[in-house]
C-alpha cells in the first residue's frame, strides 16, 4: 500500500474512532428500517447514548460486547446486558444446572464493576429459539431500558444461538418501536443498532467502526476476569484473544486499545445536501 493511501485510511479510521462517544454525530430517528413514519428516539439532543448489548450467552454479552457498554458508561449514559440463555452448558466437567448458576452469578458481579446492569431469560444453551415468545421478550427489555445504541451478534455464526439472537434482535427492535404494538411498557425506538467483533461469528464481519476503549480496557478485562471461562478453561483463551485483539484494533486506530463494530447496510447511508 502506498504511503498516501495508508496515511488516507488510517486518517479515515482515525475519524470512526470514538463514533459512538459523547462528541459523536447526534443519532438520527431515520437511521433505523422499519421506523413508523414520524417517530423519534429522543436522542438528537443529548450527546450520552445508553447503550444495551443482547448476546446468546453472558460470556459474548460481556466479552464481545462488554467493552462499548463500559465505554458508554463511563461517558456517563446507562449501559445492560440482556443474556438470551445462561450458557449452562458450556463446561464439559461441571454440570449444566451448577454451571448456569455460576454464569448468572459472574455475569451479575462483572455489570456491578462496570456500572452496568445484568438481565436474563432462560432459553436452554443451544436451544435458543427463534420465535416470536422470544422476540417479544427482547421487546420489552428494550421498552424497559430504552437504549439509543444496540449491540448484537452479527449472522455469520457458526453458533445456532448466534444466529438467532442475531434475527430476534432484528425483529424485537422494529417490534420496540411500533405504538400499535401494546405492551407493558410504551415503544421505544432505538438509535443505532451494531454488531460485535465476535470470533465465533467472524464469516462476512466488516468493522466499520472503532471504539477507542483505553479509558476501560482495564476494568472490562478485570469484568471479564470473573467468569470461569476467560483464561481458556473451556478451551478457548478468552483473555489472550479479546486482549490482543484490542492492541490490534488500537494500532489500526491510532491508539492504545480499541474494539471495532460493524453497522447494517441501511445505517451506511449518508443523506449529502450539497456536494
Given at each position: 500500500?502506498?504511503?498516501?493511501?495508508?496515511?488516507?485510511?488510517?486518517?479515515?479510521?482515525?475519524?470512526?474512532?470514538?463514533?459512538?462517544?459523547?462528541?459523536?454525530?447526534?443519532?438520527?430517528?431515520?437511521?433505523?428500517?422499519?421506523?413508523?413514519?414520524?417517530?423519534?428516539?429522543?436522542?438528537?439532543?443529548?450527546?450520552?447514548?445508553?447503550?444495551?448489548?443482547?448476546?446468546?450467552?453472558?460470556?459474548?454479552?460481556?466479552?464481545?460486547?462488554?467493552?462499548?457498554v463500559?465505554?458508554?458508561?463511563?461517558?456517563?449514559?446507562?449501559?445492560?446486558?440482556?443474556?438470551?440463555?445462561?450458557?449452562?452448558?458450556?463446561?464439559?466437567?461441571?454440570?449444566?444446572?451448577?454451571?448456569?448458576?455460576?454464569?448468572?452469578a459472574?455475569?451479575?458481579?462483572?455489570?456491578?464493576?462496570?456500572?452496568?446492569?445484568?438481565?436474563?431469560?432462560?432459553?436452554?444453551?443451544?436451544?435458543?429459539p427463534?420465535?416470536?415468545?422470544?422476540?417479544?421478550?427482547?421487546?420489552?427489555?428494550i421498552?424497559?431500558?430504552?437504549?439509543?445504541?444496540?449491540?448484537?451478534?452479527?449472522?455469520?455464526?457458526?453458533?445456532?444461538?448466534?444466529?438467532?439472537?442475531?434475527?430476534?434482535?432484528?425483529?424485537?427492535i422494529?417490534?420496540?418501536?411500533?405504538?400499535?404494538?401494546?405492551?407493558?411498557?410504551?415503544?421505544?425506538?432505538?438509535?443505532?443498532l451494531?454488531?460485535?467483533?465476535?470470533?465465533?461469528?467472524?464469516?462476512?464481519?466488516?468493522?466499520?467502526?472503532?471504539?477507542?476503549?483505553?479509558?476501560?480496557?482495564?476494568?472490562?478485562?478485570?469484568?471479564?476476569?470473573?467468569?470461569?471461562?476467560?483464561?481458556?478453561?473451556?478451551?478457548?483463551?478468552?483473555?489472550?484473544?479479546?486482549?490482543?485483539?484490542?492492541?490490534?484494533?488500537?494500532?489500526?486506530?491510532?491508539?492504545?486499545?480499541?474494539?471495532?463494530?460493524?453497522?447494517?447496510?441501511?445505517?451506511?447511508?449518508?443523506?449529502?445536501?450539497?456536494?
Open positions: 500500500m502506498p504511503d498516501s493511501t495508508r496515511r488516507s485510511f488510517l486518517k479515515e479510521v482515525s475519524a470512526a474512532v470514538g463514533a459512538l462517544s459523547l462528541g459523536g454525530e447526534p443519532l438520527q430517528a431515520s437511521t433505523m428500517p422499519g421506523r413508523p413514519p414520524g417517530a423519534a428516539s429522543g436522542t438528537e439532543k443529548h450527546k450520552v447514548f445508553n447503550i444495551m448489548s443482547v448476546a446468546a450467552h453472558p460470556g459474548d454479552a460481556f466479552f464481545a460486547m462488554g467493552a462499548p463500559a465505554l458508554a458508561i463511563h461517558q456517563g449514559a446507562k449501559g445492560s446486558l440482556l443474556s438470551l440463555s445462561l450458557g449452562e452448558r458450556g463446561s464439559a466437567t461441571i454440570p449444566p444446572e451448577r454451571y448456569g448458576a455460576m454464569q448468572r459472574a455475569a451479575k458481579k462483572a455489570a456491578s464493576m462496570i456500572g452496568a446492569t445484568a438481565e436474563f431469560l432462560h432459553y436452554p444453551d443451544g436451544e435458543v427463534l420465535n416470536e415468545e422470544a422476540k417479544f421478550a427482547v421487546c420489552d427489555f421498552r424497559q431500558y430504552k437504549p439509543d445504541i444496540v449491540v448484537t451478534h452479527w449472522k455469520g455464526s457458526w453458533h445456532k444461538d448466534h444466529r438467532a439472537c442475531y434475527q430476534i434482535v432484528q425483529d424485537a422494529f417490534y420496540a418501536a411500533l405504538p400499535a404494538i401494546a405492551r407493558k411498557l410504551p415503544p421505544h425506538s432505538v438509535g443505532k451494531f454488531f460485535d467483533d465476535n470470533w465465533e461469528d467472524a464469516t462476512g464481519f466488516v468493522p466499520d467502526t472503532y471504539l477507542d476503549i483505553t479509558p476501560v480496557f482495564e476494568p472490562w478485562m478485570n469484568a471479564c476476569a470473573v467468569f470461569p471461562m476467560w483464561r481458556g478453561e473451556n478451551g478457548f483463551r478468552y483473555d489472550d484473544y479479546y486482549g490482543s485483539l484490542a492492541v490490534a484494533r488500537g494500532c489500526v486506530a491510532n491508539c492504545e486499545k480499541a474494539v471495532t463494530l460493524m453497522s447494517p447496510p441501511e445505517q451506511q447511508v449518508r443523506h449529502l445536501h450539497v456536494l
